[in-house]
């Protein structure tokens, strides 16, 4: 679990830009497990300065008010941990450590965050500038500093945030997002996580009882995996029924989406052809790990052969399992539908379409806002 190699993290391989959380099994990231590793690690190295500096960097990180992905990515942000022209030269990745954008230097973390005149355009446009009690500080101590500033620490995260992602989406996707655009998306976006925040304060509120409280977020997959959400929905009167879905890398990625109108149906056949159809896309794409998460109990016991109901579903149970039976890994699991918000906004929109299935443009503007939303780890609250 440490790092003993002897360098000042106790991150190990989790450099890269991937929001993978390395110490637990499952690869969610969990703020326990992390301070108990960076604890850990500095008592057993002893290291009196170097902790005096990273339990700062932890706490700047840790107590920001937004969603945990993103205080892990602010984590690796305090560390110089981002995977930068320089880092993935450092590592022999790449031959070049200039920065694509500025070509005036190379590109390290700061420089992506703070130096690059892409970033600064932003910061000065947020109103977010060096001011007397920033300027002259190192670059932790201008990010902790930021991160602390109540009023505008939320923005400046979420900001930091969107800035490493527009890199990526140039590099990924030849996008790129003007500063004026990413100011508005920074600004929309911190505004979604303060209201999310409010809505499950309000939850908590309204409840009473001993139920416990679950946070719920969508996980990404491990990296070489593809994750696969799928939903399905029917509107009443007529019992319309359609389902959608999308697969995902550990990036938070989509690769493909699809929409199914069904006709008329039950919701757990809707649910079942959602998965299978997922299913097949992944095979088709290529995938040869793939998670499927399934909201829906009944669907899934089908699926799994758990349900003496399964006959009714007998065709599409059988096509599910000869699938399964092909040359790949494939798990299948149960997640919460607070964790499925792009496959939700899918299912919904199929309606819209003809009967039949159809593969969805993944660059349409709703089911980009929900994957950010589920990439960011937002959570909801759910009591259990
Ligand atoms: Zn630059």
């Not at 792009?342 to 089911?367: C, E, M, R, V």
């Not at 939303?373 to 959570?379: E, V």
Request: hydrophobic share 40%.
């Amino acid at each position: 679990m440490v790092d003993s190699s002897g360098t000042d993290t106790p991150l190990q391989e989790a450099g890269d830009d991937t929001i993978i959380w390395g110490q637990e099994s499952d690869g969610r990231f969990r703020i326990g497990s992390a301070y108990k590793v960076a604890v850990e690690w500095l008592q057993e190295n002893n290291h009196g300065d170097a902790a005096e500096g990273n339990h700062t960097k932890w706490i700047s990180a840790w107590k920001w008010p937004g969603p945990n992905r993103l205080r892990h990515f602010l984590w690796l942000c305090l560390h110089n941990r981002l995977m930068t022209n320089s880092e993935r030269k450092r590592r022999n990745f790449g031959d070049t450590d200039t920065c694509e954008f500025c070509k005036s230097g190379p590109e390290m973390t700061e420089h992506v965050i703070r130096i690059c005149p892409l970033a600064a355009q932003v910061w000065q446009r947020l109103g977010l500038i060096e001011t007397p009690l920033t300027h002259g500080l190192n670059f932790a101590g201008w990010m902790a500093t930021n991160l602390k500033k109540e009023g505008t620490n939320l923005l400046f995260g979420v900001a930091a945030w969107l800035l490493w992602r527009r890199r990526n989406d140039w590099i990924f996707e030849k996008k790129f997002q003007e500063s004026e655009i990413l100011v508005h998306r920074i600004r929309a976006w911190a505004a979604v996580i303060k209201q999310a925040q409010d809505n499950n304060r309000q939850l908590l509120v309204d409840t009473t009882g001993d139920k416990t409280r679950q946070e719920l977020a969508w996980q990404p997959p491990p990296a070489d995996w593809i994750v696969i959400n799928s939903d399905g929905s029917v509107k009443h009167p007529n019992s319309a029924a359609a389902a959608g879905g999308l697969l995902r890398n550990h990036l938070g990625r989509c690769v493909g989406a699809f929409v199914t109108n069904l006709g008329s149906c039950s919701i757990t056949r809707a649910e079942i052809v959602g998965a299978l159809t997922g299913l097949q896309l992944a095979w088709d794409q290529g995938h040869r790990k793939v998670l499927i998460h399934i909201d829906s109990t009944a669907a899934l016991a089908i699926l799994t052969g758990k349900d003496r109901d399964s006959r009714r579903y007998h065709n599409l149970t059988r096509r599910f399992q000869n699938l399964l039976q092909r040359n790949w890994e494939v798990h299948l699991s149960h997640s919460y539908r607070e964790c499925n918000k792009a496959a939700d906004y899918l299912a919904n929109k199929a309606h819209g379409f003809s009967l039949g299935t159809h593969s969805f443009d993944i660059s349409d503007s709703g089911l980009k806002f929900w994957i950010l939303y589920d990439t960011m780890g937002i959570t909801q609250d759910r009591l259990i």
